[in-house]
């Protein structure tokens, strides 16, 4: 979804969010350069940028999921531009650089799970079709959610679910889930969505009982929201000067990181704005912000999920980095609303 708006921000360089209107192949030059798609999923958005990119482009792919990644290097055996690594977009710059890769000239991140997943019910991750409750994004390694919720206490629950999934019912669902438990643990997904819908007497038309206690459980699983902020932190320091960063979120945590990441980046702390200096002398903003797309109207038609995606664009500045922590503005503490039981769990 967002495929034209997504690859144009990357690769013209008139590109306008505010346009109706974007470019097709013949209309902009094919660039070359270094380009990053840290969630290749079944490769849709690495496919059509390819098709955009010169001969001597190079293009990193990063998926977590096996799957994906049998994907990826299938697209790789026909296009010697493409290199392919099993990991999550937060360990970007690290594996760049063990490709000997400082600087890139775009990223692309389509946030959240994708169709293909969700579609899978071994995966565990809707609420719809029996499957083992796995919700992981990487089945080769972590704690499944089944088993999170056989040992995670009640409050531990309920912040989770409370700030991940914004869910007022949270500490009933949590008491439910941990009475549940007493008797026979929670295998499978309908077990959970079930047990939610037992509690969640009222939901938003149209919505599930279970939505956003599933969409909570999976961030955390998967600790989206803090492998987010250090892939934007990472991207301020890999992107070369007008290299561009479009990110695709689908829910309101993830939207106002990004958010928050590109307006702290464009713009000077207020310490910076009462010094006693001239303006041409203060430090200047590492970012451009490039707007925002929303899906068009046919196109939240024909794919619903794409309802609630919202693109946003920026641009790297030519401004240096800010001295000692080069991101120290993309603070993954802030940013991220961790449950107070995880960090106690973390300190032990």
């Not at 990357?10 to 840290?38: H, N, T």
């Not at 400082?102 to 579609?119: C, E, K, N, R, Y």
């Not at 531990?156 to 438990?181: D, L």
């Not at 995606?309 to 609303?337: H, K, M, W, Y």
């Amino acid at each position: 979804m967002l495929l034209e708006p997504t690859v144009n921000a990357l690769v013209d360089p008139d590109f306008d969010a505010k346009s109706d209107v974007f470019r097709m192949d013949g209309d902009i030059q094919r660039p070359d350069g270094v380009y990053v798609d840290g969630t290749f999923g079944r490769g849709g958005h690495s496919r059509l940028l390819l098709s955009r990119l010169g001969p001597d482009a190079r293009l990193v792919v990063f998926d977590k999921d096996p799957t994906a990644i049998q994907a990826a290097i299938e697209l790789q055996a026909g296009d010697p531009r493409v290199m392919v690594v099993h990991g999550g977009f937060a360990s970007m710059q690290e594996e760049l650089k063990a490709l000997s890769l400082t600087q890139v000239d775009g990223i692309m991140l389509d946030l959240g799970i994708s169709s293909p997943q969700i579609d899978d019910a071994e995966r565990g991750f809707s609420f719809m079709r029996e499957g083992p409750l796995d919700m992981r994004m990487d089945t080769t390694r972590g704690v499944t959610a089944a088993q999170w919720l056989a040992q995670a206490g009640v409050e531990e629950i309920k912040e989770v679910i409370a700030k991940y999934g914004e869910e007022r019912f949270a500490f009933k669902i949590a008491k439910a889930i941990a009475a549940r438990r007493e008797s026979r643990p929670l295998h499978t997904t309908l077990d959970l969505a079930e047990l939610v819908a037992s509690v969640v007497r009222t939901r938003e038309k149209g919505q599930h009982p279970a939505t956003r206690t599933f969409q909570a459980l999976r961030i955390h699983i998967n600790e989206e929201l803090e492998e987010l902020a250090r892939a934007l932190a990472a991207a301020l320091r890999l992107l070369a000067p007008g290299g561009r960063l479009a990110v695709i979120s689908f829910h309101s945590l993830e939207d106002r990181m990004v958010k928050q990441c590109i307006m702290a980046a464009r713009r000077r702390s207020e310490a910076q704005a009462r010094l006693p200096i001239l303006e041409k002398d203060l430090p200047q903003p590492i970012l451009k912000a490039l707007g925002k797309v929303l899906p068009t109207t046919q196109e939240a038609a024909d794919n619903p999920r794409a309802r609630s995606a919202v693109l946003r664009v920026a641009q790297r500045t030519e401004a240096a980095l800010p001295f000692g922590d080069t991101a120290s503005f993309v603070n993954a503490i802030r940013l991220v609303p961790q449950p107070e039981s995880r960090q106690t769990r973390r300190r032990r």
